[in-house]
């Protein structure tokens, strides 16, 4: 039996417009709907807010005019002490893998649970699990910096799903690896999708994008579109 | 976690913060002990104290006897006064016993007179109208003089109260003091582990969460620090006890900490922890509560 689909959308974004200070806006009147279990690209040339409307969608910024929804909850009037609950229902693949350097791969993907309340004994078993399916059941004790770039993407990628997140958002998460891992990584974020995760990839890899038939939010010029897969 | 996900305790910063609350502990802890000595020397004062009067009656030019007649027409109004329970003359080679340590042997020649004085006990709680006593006391022995100790027990409350601020000022200034010294720490730490605190935020830790880390460390230093200072005061007021032991100055010498007393010395160490706690939590939790 299917889990009854909420009508809020996962996330809205209104005529959302960001700027870094008191720089030009990066991102102009962007209008966007993620419908829950949706699978989306988020493509566009470099320097066009990829990131930027990441780092909206992953509360690590304020928009400088218009709204947000996510979740169903306006961020902008959501209290600053809920925000940390909707932040653990998101989980983010960054694009610089942003682990931390002296906890093990283990702890480090434990720590989305950790932090949410879990103790680590009780996780532990099931976040070595979720290292042996991203493909690190040899480093599971290893430091961050012992790794390669692809094995650090796919703890960054643990510590993103572990959690089972409502929205998931990965900038470049194929940045780092070969074209066989690349495949694998969004075939993974096609099953969590298939679960009931809401989807968001942003890349740059347009021979990746064309093999999987997923829309696309190409940005250009600050300004969002909805397009076909490709 | 077998690792913190903050690896505070390898601040540069924060390593000082036990030595520095180690000193303040002992400065405080030594007011402190001050205050309460002083107290508890007044307080056996006050007791010695109340209850009892001292009239002086200063020699009468009419010669010994004189004297003498002066000092029955005292004792028998004093006797006679509702609240006095005793009244005893001091003989003459008593009053110039109590006189020796001030005016020297030489100065007290018998030739030379000596006021005389008469030790009175007040039943406790009786209400003497000093102002009628002395007014009786005057028309029959125009010389008498009652004191009640009022005047100097005043200066001495004036005096302890006056040290009791002082030490109140010496506590308050070192427990901001250890407190600038974790503030410092604090404020350091969120700056050097500025990434995993982005990090842990991102990923949906609470700033409590956050905060929690830093009060646990803050907690243990303070302790350490607290405990350490202690010990050093402890050792100096045992040392100082010893040194004092023979030496009767104001009387301090008798005075001895009650149980109470070491209560709340030893208070001073999780005082400190929990002065330390409170202010990086404080701390932490305002700077968090500035970004998104």
Known sequence: MESPVSPDPVVRFQQVGMRYGAGPEILRDVSITLPERSFHFLTGPSGAGKSSLLKLLYLDHRPSHGRIDIFGRNIATTPRSELPAIRRRIGVVFQDFRLIEHLSALENVALALVVAGARFEDVREHVAEMLRWVGLAEQIHAKPRTLSGGEQQRIAIARAVIGKPRLLVADEPTGSVDDVVATRILYLFEELNKMGTTVLVATHNDELVSRFAHPRLELKDGEAALLPPA | MESPDLPLQHDAASRFVPYVI??????????????????????????????????????????????AKDIGAALKILRATSGITAARALDERSSRALLKPWLGGGAMAPEIPVPRLIDVSVRPGAALDMARLTSRLRSAVPTAEIDDHRKWLSRLFGLANSLEAIALIVLMLTAAAAAC??????????SVHKRVIDILHLIGA?????????????????????????????????????????????????????????????????ATGLIALVTARMTVLRSLSRRL
């Open chain 2, 206 to 270: 609470p700033d409590q969460y956050i905060a929690r880390q830093f009060e646990r460390r803050a907690f243990a230093q303070g302790l350490i620090g607290g405990i350490v200072g202690l010990g050093a005061a402890i050792a100096t007021l045992l040392v100082m006890g010893r040194l004092f032991s023979g030496v009767e100055l104001f009387d301090l010498g008798a005075v001895r900490f009650g149980a109470l007393h070491w209560i709340a010395l030893a208070a001073l160490a999780p």
């Open chain 2, 181 to 190: 010294a974790v503030i410092f720490a604090a404020r350091s730490g969120l």
């Open chain 2, 22 to 67: 180690a000193v303040m502990v002992y400065l405080a802890a030594i007011a402190l002990a001050g205050s309460m000595l002083v107290a508890a020397a007044l307080g056996g004062w006050t007791r010695g104290l109340s209850g009892t009067l001292t009239v002086q009656v200063l020699p009468n030019p009419g010669g010994p006897a004189a004297t």
